[in-house]
């Protein structure tokens, strides 16, 4: 399982998976509830108990919605929320870390998983299929053939929880966790998608609320799973350090690349960047690496110490930052090489001002746009020296052969991006 959760192709078979299980999960559900007078009994009781939650809500004007509304909310429904999740699926798969997509096919999974018990054992009918809430299906107003279409994957009873807004909140989890550019536009179809299953007479309102909450948690899950296999979180590995000499070479050791300074408001623009320069090979410390009693200040003052250079994220928010300011001149002070990036549109604060910084406002997350490509050199730069006469680098501290690879083409790619800058440079003075 493991092996299949660390490579792309693994995680694609794991969706198929999930597929291929639901596929079968309907169709056995369907041919035993055909036949079955107390299945039928049963979520008879049920969808009473849901209408009473939602205090015998009426809809029986439901056939007077306007036709706008039944076309686009069936639109949303059978056609946005695939296109959505598909669409998403290369995104993700494109990116060279494999964490978001992991993150996006394991909360998809268990989601599924975590739904399949209500599925099996407390079947919900369907609100339009309950004669007394007086409720159409409204789709069939468009065509009838949508629903015969989804049927086979999605069955009368299985409505509780929504899987439809449920898969909705992962899209929108996933899409602002790591930053999409846009994310925006997949809160707006995916909130249409939600709303669809309420005004189509589809599901109900303790469906659509469960499916929030199963959404939610499956998010929370997959992060918390990634982070496990990625090595942040490591409990079970965890050992006692050996006092001493040898503790304080492996404290020396784990000093981090990169001290990241930043407003608390910027946390999910913060983690993407994060997790992408960690996939680099490089070691982040930011303000999440904080452990259970460690005292704030004093913990961020260690790493600004040993800390190998700082990179400050300026936005909105962080220019007016009082701790973002005071850490900044920390590393002023203390002579550490700052490197600032530009989230939003604003000027650095004074002081700061002379630097030549990072534009991210735009960002995607890949690491071949052409700024990111500039952060990473410019980190390259400040942490390496390069040794006289060789076409080599030397790391103040032990780095794998892996990270120092990494380091040497980020040098490289450094020198290409400058003399590009000089060629463009004399082409506009020539012109």
Request: with cysteine; net charge negative.
């Amino acid at each position: 399982m493991a092996n299949i959760l660390h490579s792309k192709a693994g995680l694609l078979l794991l969706l198929l998976a999930v597929f291929a299980v639901n596929l079968l999960e309907t169709s056995v559900e369907t041919r035993i509830n055909a036949d079955c007078q107390f299945c039928a009994m049963f979520g008879e009781k049920v969808a009473s108990a849901a209408q009473a939650l939602e205090g015998g809500l009426s809809f029986s004007q439901h056939d007077n919605t306007n036709k706008v509304a039944v076309y686009g909310y069936s639109l949303a429904y059978f056609f946005v929320l695939p296109l959505l999740i598909i669409g998403l699926a290369i995104v993700l798969v494109k990116r060279d870390s494999i964490e978001p997509f992991r993150v996006f096919a394991t909360a998809i999974a268990l989601n599924y998983w975590i739904s399949l018990p209500f599925f099996i054992f407390f079947p919900v009918p369907e609100r339009w299929a309950y004669p007394d809430t007086e409720a159409i299906l409204l789709s069939d107003q468009l065509s009838e053939w949508l629903i015969r279409v989804i049927r086979p994957i999605s069955g009368l009873d299985n409505s509780f929880p929504s899987f439809h807004v449920s898969l909705s909140i992962v899209a929108i989890g996933v899409s602002y966790i790591y930053s999409l550019r846009f994310r925006r536009s997949v809160l707006a179809l995916a909130a249409t998608i939600i709303l669809s299953t309420f005004v189509l007479g589809i599901h109900w309102l303790p469906d659509i609320v469960a499916g929030m909450a199963l959404g939610v948690l499956s998010i929370a899950l997959a992060v918390r799973l990634n982070n496990m296999l990625a090595g942040k979180v490591n409990v079970a590995n965890k050992r006692i350090e050996p006092p001493g000499e040898v503790q304080q070479a492996s404290t020396l050791s784990q000093s981090k690349d990169i001290f990241l300074s930043y407003k608390s408001d910027d946390i999910d623009r913060a983690r993407a960047i994060v997790d992408t320069l960690e996939a680099c090979g490089l070691t982040v410390w930011w303000d999440h690496c904080l452990a259970a009693g460690d005292r704030y200040a004093e913990r961020i003052e260690e790493e600004l110490e040993d800390c190998r250079c700082v990179v400050v994220l300026w936005s909105e928010g962080s220019v007016d930052s009082s701790w973002v300011r005071d850490e900044c001149s920390f590393a002023k002070n203390k002579a550490k090489p700052l490197i600032p990036v530009f989230l939003d549109r604003v000027t650095a604060p004074l002081g700061f001002g002379q630097l030549n910084a990072i534009d991210l406002i735009r960002w995607d997350g890949s690491t071949d746009d052409r700024e990111f490509s500039r952060l990473l050199s410019s980190v390259a730069k400040k942490l390496a020296v390069p040794k006289s006469g060789q076409d080599d680098i030397s790391v103040r501290h032990p780095a794998t052969d892996k990270t120092r690879e990494k380091l040497k083409l980020m040098l490289h790619l450094s020198a290409d991006l400058e003399q590009d800058e000089t060629v463009a440079d004399k082409q506009v003075s020539t012109v």
